[in-house]
């Protein structure tokens, strides 16, 4: 906001006018912008990790399509980040990946904490931490999960 003031006879500063100046609509703009990235990065992340889930899964899109009851075209979508979806189709794609939902959701940040791993996230569980971990090719992942499972099938 800009100020515009006079001096009047008296000494004092008479405010004429406020208005938005130039230098604050630019911080407007440049804070919008980074918000815009931020979100773009955020939906890139989920989709990376939709994708990696479903490739696990050993899904095809129309599967997994057909699974959630969420068409292939808008799937496709959001796996490049294109689309927000909401909770209930987020929901619908946990199901179908068996991840649990606050993965996914903490993955899309809408839990508080933002990230998995982040501070107020949910506590994931052995195989969510796996499927969440970054670091690992999705062969590392699925050898991982095959030998977790194995050990947890021989000690039940």
Known sequence: MVTVAVMDTDGEDEVLEERPGRRSRALKDRVIKEQSQSLQAHLETLGNFIHSQRKLANLSLRELAER???SNPYLS????GLHEPSVRVLRSIARALNVSAETLLAQAGILEGEEVGGSGAPELSTEDAIRADRFLSNSQKEALLTVYRSY???SA
């Open 68 to 70: 959630t009851n969420v």
């Open 77 to 80: 979508q959001i796996e490049r």
């Open 152 to 154: 947890r099938a021989a």
